[in-house]
């Protein structure tokens, strides 16, 4: 039993003890590929995320191997990933200049927090948390904060100083640059996004009609950013041309940091850590779930916590900032057939090699590359059809999807996820808070009770059926309430009323007191209640509360036997009907 | 049309139309039993709410007459009422002083508020809003207000000038004060609490045994403050007792007055507002349902919003502050007989009279006195069983009535209810976010399907179906995903999965999108999925959604059909047991 709770916590010691030779050939293949694609991706993440380049390469290493040691997926990569680095950058732009050590401090004080809810969530089993991220949310601020991150880069691809966290303030700092563009940059930064593009759009299906499976020609496609960074480095190397390059990068092994205990810094940091804990979780998942399901495998979502509180609590202590379960590396490592977590943790070596001896090689890499890199891995993730799709389910839908990707792109990304969040329960609390209500009749020679608007069906003046197609709770109790005083007080023959309850999964306390208050009120119209199609859970708490002793009426196995025992005549002749 | 309109948003033109002398009487006979109980309890809700006596009658002259116009209740007594008055002590007491000018302006702005937010409830129809107040709630707020108000009034009883607004705070300093009391005082207090409480439990049994009908007893013993006033009064005047009195009350109709217009006081009052007006219109429509009820009545809800609108605005304006329908009022006027507002509208008069011409008499009733009717009343507002009903409902209702009365009593009345809004709504969102989920079988002989762990029934290794007990939005989406998954990826021999929809009374785009990943993780295993006994709103989403396009298997009516397509041996061995 204790092993395997330690097993549980720690996988490593599951599938550790069945490792091989393949295995071994499959996961350093991997790793090698995984580790030349994730050079430049790194340092572009570290870039957009307004940190030093170096920052992105030591995300990448200690983080993948204690994701290795505690996560539950085989095939997924962990480290810096865009919108992560976004976050990373709005949070810690509050409160430090780029550039400084107090922004570098900033970053890792905030991948510590982050690390602390993931292990905490993972610990208490809250991952269920990150379900209140509805889908229209997730899918607006994925969309807008792609864009976001897009036009952010621009200044870089035009060699211009502009500023600006929203959209507005973006565009607006990119006009008032515009005549200082450095052409050279300029045409470094179009050529790399062109060739970008042209080897997402046009090389992977040329390389497939060349006789490639998918899977390789994905890998193929991935190293891409590896050509145009060997390119234009030497370009402008060759060249000496005059555009923002990275320069000098430490060679060095991850250094020892200390993230900050200042509580203000802290208290600032608190929500977007929360915020970025919880998207960065949502994110991986959703990856690692779509890996494993390939090969029939599952994840075990409050380990996953565990593993990625792990991954942020490494990045905090070793020069890095908050990390997550990123969708192209991860795809890359499955294609490139990773096995095992091993992988991952070779490809951390991989990277700390990178590290020490190739930084130097990167010197003349010119910005305006990365930043084309980004660009065009960003705006695979803006998809905008989301709105047709959203608007075709449900007007809450849609507008649960326009408020995050409005409100992302205007006021930022914290407060588009926050509204967008809070914006989506109350629209859920206001869709269930008035739910479908129908008067329903008897359908002739059958047992069945339908709409009487929509069927032709046998009623009696004197019984009034009333059919809810919700759980009741204290949000819609009342409509209930109102929608069968109303019908009593406006008609005196009817004498009896009966709730057919077969769409009540579920009754709280407000909905048994509405129900006891509606008893009380028809007894003083000389109305009964009864109650039919009760199910389990609401006839448990219906007999412990005060309405199961004072009901005037009584509560039928089904609405047929309703039916029969208050207006038998109506059972009769439908019998005859038959 | 027109006319109709026009008579719904003024109902005095329906009533108007067909009064008689009949009505006349009965309505004029109710409003002279309602002035004198309304009096001393006008003066006493003044003192409540920390303003001047004659604020208390001035709030129930306007209003009465402004609810008779536009309110929809013909028995609902409109007015300062317990609660209320504790509220506005707690929100005026944030911004200025008791007895300063600034204090009785700041009770105007919030009525003012309260009236503008009531009226754009009524013309917006969010009078749905007060239903997220859950039972609970209002228990436990109603409860530890009682408790407060008692407690707080302890102080007249005693001749001390403790303060506090928190149980805590005013225990403490009642505590330090207990070396002043006045000992006059005390015995005027005493004798008048247990006088009242005397005519509460025993007079009324007692008259109702000597024949009296259950109305005369109750409107007998709602005249038990008047006797105390006028005893009380007497004695201090006659014995020169030295003890605080009620002292000079201007001889005056209701001045005109203006509220503020200062935004930061606005500001800082809109909240509480929002609060008083919500409880307000939840106590009014509350008292208005059940007499309304009792003569098969209707009233309706969003002119009711209008009605008490008015009702505070008109206090705004003349010198009162805000008002709401008063439960003991109102049972009062209706067992007195009033028939229509107009017996409201007398009370009005007759309560101007009083403020003109009576004012003299009450400058030697005594505060202890006035206490002693508050402390009376509202102790009939605290109902701690409520606790226990909560708790054999279900955890989460007793949560919330806990959190909101040890809140409220803690730290005062607009944090206990915010808190207990919130965490009702936290708490039915977690409860949904965990729906039931049940692996159904075949019950032998029969058509129906049945938990596989509570009956003995037939299923299949290749067919895997699943019920799902709630309707499918985001916040539990995922858990039946993460439920099907694990439970395919553990058993290879699962060929097809049902889901069974019977309780799914809706679906959100979270939900669409999460069986659509479901779908294609399973077709990932070579497992295919199913839906059964879908829902017409389901179904209706559904179709209009990517998942009918790529779902692997089918739609089927019922989950008999299912089960008789993907393993017609079930049905066959099913068939041969009948």
Redesign the interface.
């Known amino acids: 039993m204790k092993i395997r709770s330690v097993m549980q916590a720690m996988p490593i010691l599951d599938w550790g003890r069945r490792y091989d030779g393949a295995m071994l050939r499959n996961d350093l293949i991997a790793a090698v590929i995984v580790t030349i694609m994730l050079i430049p991706q790194s340092l572009a993440y570290a870039m957009l995320a307004g940190l030093p380049p170096e920052a992105g390469i030591y995300a990448s290493i200690l983080p993948i191997i204690l994701y290795a040691v505690f996560g539950t997926s085989s095939a997924l990569a962990v480290g810096p990933v865009a919108i992560v680095s976004l976050m990373t950058a709005a949070a810690v732009g509050q409160v430090a200049q780029t550039g400084t050590a107090g922004y570098a401090v900033a970053a890792l004080t905030l991948a510590a927090l982050s690390g602390v809810i993931l292990l905490a969530m993972g610990v208490f089993r809250l991952g269920?948390l990150a379900?209140?991220?509805?889908?229209?949310v997730i899918a607006g601020f994925i969309s807008a904060s792609g864009i976001l991150i897009a036009v952010g880069q621009v200044k870089h691809l035009l060699g211009v100083s502009a500023s600006g966290d929203t959209l507005p303030a973006m565009l607006m700092s990119l006009g008032q640059h515009l005549g200082q563009v450095n052409m050279q940059t300029l045409v470094i930064g179009v050529a790399a996004t062109g060739f970008l593009f042209w080897v997402r759009r046009g090389l992977k299906p040329a390389l497939m009609r060349a006789g490639l499976s998918q899977g390789a020609a994905t890998i193929a496609t991935r190293a891409g950013p590896v050509a145009a960074v060997v390119l234009t480095t030497l370009a402008v190397w060759g060249l000496g041309m005059d555009v923002k390059v990275v320069g000098t990068v430490p060679q060095s092994l991850p250094p020892l940091t200390l993230p900050s205990v200042d509580p203000a810094l802290i208290r600032t940091l608190l929500v977007p850590a929360l915020l970025i804990s919880v998207i960065g979780f949502v994110e991986s998942i959703?990856v690692a779930?779509?890996l494993?399901?390939?090969r029939?495998?599952?994840i075990n979502?409050d380990q996953e916590l565990i593993g990625l509180g792990a991954a942020n609590l490494g990045a905090a202590f070793t020069g890095g900032y908050p990390v997550t379960g990123g969708f192209s590396r991860s795809v890359v490592n499955f294609d490139a057939g990773a096995e095992t977590p091993a992988a991952g943790a070779f490809t951390a070596i991989g990277l700390a090699v990178a590290a020490v001896a190739l930084t130097p090689l990167v010197h003349y890499l010119p910005n305006a590359t990365l930043a084309a890199t980004i660009i065009v891995a960003v705006l695979s993730l803006v998809d905008l059809r989301i709105l047709r799709?959203?608007w075709?389910?449900?007007r809450?839908?849609f507008a649960a999807v326009a408020v995050t990707m409005v409100l992302t792109l205007t006021l930022g990304v914290e407060t588009g996820v926050s509204a967008g969040v809070m914006l989506?329960?109350a629209l859920?609390?206001y869709?269930?808070?008035?739910?479908?209500i129908a008067e329903v009749g008897l359908v002739p020679g059958t047992q069945h009770f339908r709409n009487i608007l929509r069927y032709d069906v046998t009623t009696h003046p004197a019984l009034l059926t009333i059919r809810i197609?919700?759980?009741l709770?204290?949000?819609?109790?009342?409509?209930l309430e109102?929608r069968v005083?109303?019908r009593?007080?406006?008609d005196?023959a009817i004498r009896d009323v009966v709730l057919m309850c077969s769409?009540v999964?579920?009754v709280?306390?407000?909905a048994?007191?509405?129900l006891h208050?509606l008893n009380?009120?028809?007894a003083?119209?000389d109305v009964r209640l009864h109650l039919s199609e009760v199910?389990g859970?609401v006839t448990d708490?219906l007999s412990?509360?005060?309405l199961a002793r004072d009901l005037t009426g009584q509560i039928f196995r089904s609405q047929w036997d309703a039916v029969a025992a208050l207006t038998p005549a109506i059972c009769q002749s439908a019998a005859r009907a038959t």
């Open positions: 269920f379900n209140f991220l509805s889908h229209p959703s779930q779509t494993a399901a390939k029939r495998q599952r979502p799709h959203a075709a389910c449900s809450a839908d989506s329960v859920h609390l869709n269930t808070s008035r739910p479908h197609d919700e759980s709770y204290f949000a819609n109790a009342r409509m109102d005083l109303d009593v007080a406006g005196a769409a999964n579920s709280d306390l407000s048994l007191e509405t208050a009380a009120r028809l003083d119209m199910k859970p708490r412990h509360s005060p």
